[in-house]
Every structure is written in C-alpha cells, then in structure tokens.
C-alpha cells in the first residue's frame, strides 16, 4: 500500500474511532428513542454537522478520497478534537506525504550526550524515533532499568512498559502511563507511516498484549512533554518526579527527557541516596563511556 493510500486509511479509521466515542446529547441532537445500531454519532449526523455530504463523509472514512483543508477544519470541531488531534489529523490528510522513506541512521547527538554525563543528580535519557532509548545516564539506569544489559532493538520504552513485569510495579498509575505511551506512539506512526521497525514494533506488541492491541485500535493520539509520575522504587521507595522534555534544535527527532524534584522534599533526597547507590557502578567500563548509548537503528 502507498503512503498516501496508507494516510487515507487512517484517517478513516481515525475518524471512525473518534464519532464512536460522541454522544448525540453532546452535540445537541435530538433524542429520537429509536435503538441505535452503532455507538457513538452515525456517519450522517457527523457530515450533517459539517456542512458536507453523507457520501462525502463515507467516502473519508473509506479512505477512498482526500480531505481538504476546510473539511478538516469541520470534522475537528463536529468531533471536538483536542490539539494534538487536529495535529495528527492534518498530517494523514497528506502534509508530510513528501518525507523520505528511509533516513540516516539515529545516533544520540554529542550536545545531548554531554548533558547526560553532566547530570549527576537527575536521572535523563535521550529518546528517538519510535520512542527508542538512543542514550542514558547512570542515575536513569538506576531508576528505571539496566539498559545496557538489553539488545539494542529491545531499547524502546514503549516495549519496555509491556514486556518488562517490573515496569508495571515500578509506575504507580501504570496503566494510564502505557495508555499514553500508546497514543504518542501512534503519532509516531503518523510522522513515519513507511517505517518498517515501527510496524514490526506495534505487530509484537499487539500480539503480546491484549492492553496495547486494545488501545492501539482505538486510535488515540497525545503529545506529551511535561508531567508528574509516581514511582514505587524497590531500592529508595515512593518518588514523585515532575518530568520535562527537551528536543534538540539539530535533530528534532531526539529528545532529552529529565526526572527531577522539588528541593527539600522526600523524594529529591531519595533521588540523591539512588545516586549513592548507582555510584558504584559508573566506573564500569561500557561500549560508550559514563553515559552509555544504544547503537544507531538501521532504518
């Protein structure tokens, strides 16, 4: 299938997933007592409201014409997408249709991986395309997972949070952190619809787990950069960390993510005994210096 032809597709199910989720009362329909035979709006209330036509819209979801922009627009605001919806939304309609299908490989750059060494106290990763793990410190490693000791295609956090059992201990509210992880996921997949280790990625995981299977059909899409995670760490115990994520101006596919915490709270001292703690081992040689990084992906 063509990239276009794949946009298309997705726009489709996309628009499907999200009239499924409306209420008629939400949008002011009336109530008509009749047994609905779909959830959600039906195809006709939705073009009703965007001043387009049934077959029109039938069409969309079909994946069998382009949207242009004005009818983007409607559908958005009939469907009450949020931003990062709109966002998705405009680029399965064909705005990114002019990106490469392959690309140079990704290696953590040597601004970020600096920072990373320099950051004693504060546990921080690089990630990449795909949501892969491209570089760590050794607090990060301390915090979440030994990443070193994983083969470079399994260093994804994605994959992390679904085949890992520790994962789902270590995140108080785990199953609202894949949730999300699942819908960033997805808009990855809108900016690299060609990629094969992302197709390869969702395939596993879907057959893996009923979780992400079931959320990657639902066809959510987020975009994340600040927040506030509860860890329950087996070493130094509960840790409430805000974290930050910073892109790289050079490579905007890269991105530092950084846990931290209030001074003078319990978990900003507990961060410095996990830094006591992972001290130890941070004179162990690695591939690649005091902050070890995966080796390049080959797409």
Request: aromatic share 8%; charged share 25%; hydrophobic share 40%.
């Amino acid at each position: 299938m063509s990239s276009s032809r794949a946009h298309r597709a997705e726009l489709g199910e996309f628009l499907k997933a999200r009239r499924a989720e409306l209420k008629p009362h939400q949008l002011g329909l009336p109530h008509t007592g009749s047994q609905r035979r779909v959830p959600g709006l039906r195809r006709e209330e939705v073009a009703q409201l965007a001043a387009i036509s049934t077959d029109y819209y039938t069409r969309l979801e079909q994946g069998r014409i382009a949207a242009s922009a004005p009818v983007l627009d409607a559908l958005a605001r009939v469907l009450h997408l949020d931003d990062a919806q709109r966002e998705y939304l405009s680029e399965l309609a064909g705005k990114d249709a002019t990106r490469p299908r392959r690309r140079a490989r990704q290696a953590v750059r040597p601004s970020l991986r600096r920072v990373l060494d320099d950051l004693r106290f504060t546990p921080a990763f690089v990630l990449g395309r795909r949501m892969d793990v491209l570089a760590w410190n050794p607090l990060a490693a301390a915090l979440v997972t030994d990443f070193a000791q994983l083969p470079p295609k399994h260093r994804n956090y994605v994959r992390l949070l679904f085949t890992e059992p520790h994962m789902r201990t270590l995140y108080a509210a785990w199953e609202s952190v894949a949730h999300t992880s699942v819908a960033l996921l997805r808009r990855e997949a809108a900016h690299y619809p060609d990629d094969q280790a992302l197709t390869e990625l969702v395939g596993e995981l879907s057959m893996r787990d009923t979780d992400f299977r079931r959320w990657w059909a639902e066809h959510h899409v987020a975009n994340q950069r600040i927040g506030t995670k509860t860890l329950n760490h087996p070493v130094v115990g509960d840790l409430t960390l805000d974290w930050d994520t910073l892109t790289c101006t050079s490579d905007p596919d890269q991105h530092l993510v950084t846990w931290t915490a209030e001074p003078g709270t319990p978990t900003y001292d507990r961060l410095r005994i996990l830094a006591s703690w992972a001290a130890r081992y941070q004179d162990e040689p690695t591939d690649s210096g005091p902050a070890a990084t995966a080796a390049p992906d080959e797409t």
